[in-house]
């Protein structure tokens, strides 16, 4: 069972605009800790999307965006395209956990 | 480049114990902590824990301790993860993932190719 909660599904027209929530408690996001986002594409390995709550690491494209606020943080995809079916992921730091790395649910992203 | 490279598909009875490898390349070894992540088909990522090969300091995810051990071979630059008393549950494609300078093993960058462990009798 995750501690981080996202929606399993989304989805969105070519060129539309999509956000992915990630809601999170006082032990994990509320506390401080950075969310990072990670992307995967059918049968590959997850591939790190955002970290630092809205930092793009190099080759990235500048359509996707991170903000965090609170105990919650937002994955937003803008000008969506087919490439962009995936599985996204967030994931933070739980101090309740013995310190652990914990994982969102998920969040299937659907090109209509 | 960095790259890790897992071992092969495994096939355990219940109640085994499997030992994934994960060989690092394209950068110092010691100098980055390795997560083990898994994922059971069609669900979602699972952290078990992290390892600093420098030092050989380990956590362990509450649901795995006591079960899961890992460990390295840093003159061959590669880590392990041994899962004990498997379960059918246990059933998942099992990652081994680099973490950061910045945020130590709290954050992942390079990821394995995953390793297949079914378990069945």
């Known amino acids: 069972q995750s501690v981080l909660t996202q929606p399993p599904s989304v989805s969105g027209a070519p060129g539309q605009r999509v956000t992915i929530s990630c809601t999170g408690s006082s032990s994990n996001i509320g506390a401080g800790y950075d969310v990072h986002w990670y992307q995967q594409l059918p049968g590959t390995a997850p591939k790190l999307l955002i970290y630092g709550n809205s930092n793009r690491p190099s080759g990235v494209p500048d359509r996707f965006s991170g903000s965090k606020s609170g105990t919650s943080a937002s994955l937003a995809i803008t000008g969506l395209q087919a490439e962009d079916e995936a599985d996204y992921y967030c994931?933070?730091?739980?101090?309740?956990?013995?310190?652990?790395?914990?994982f969102g649910t998920g969040t299937k992203v659907t090109v209509l | 480049q960095v790259q890790l490279v897992q071992s092969g598909a495994e096939v355990k009875k219940p109640g085994a114990s499997v030992k994934v490898s994960c060989k690092a390349s394209?950068?110092?070894?010691?100098?980055?902590?390795i997560n083990w992540v898994r994922q059971a088909t069609g669900q979602g990522l699972e952290w078990m824990g992290w390892?600093?090969?420098?030092?050989?300091?380990?956590g362990y995810a509450q649901k795995f301790q006591g079960r899961v051990t890992m460990t390295r071979n840093t003159s061959i630059s590669t880590a392990y993860m041994e899962l004990s008393s498997l379960r059918s549950e246990d059933t998942a494609v099992y990652y081994c993932?680099?973490?950061?300078?910045?945020?130590?093993?709290?954050?992942?960058?390079?990821w394995g190719q995953g390793t297949l462990v079914t378990v069945s009798s």
């Open positions: 994931q933070s730091y739980d101090s309740s956990l013995s310190g652990s790395n914990v």
């Open positions: 394209g950068y110092t070894f010691t100098s980055y902590d």
């Open positions: 390892m600093n090969p420098n030092s050989g300091n380990t």
């Open positions: 993932a680099r973490g950061s300078a910045s945020y130590g093993p709290n954050l992942v960058v390079y």
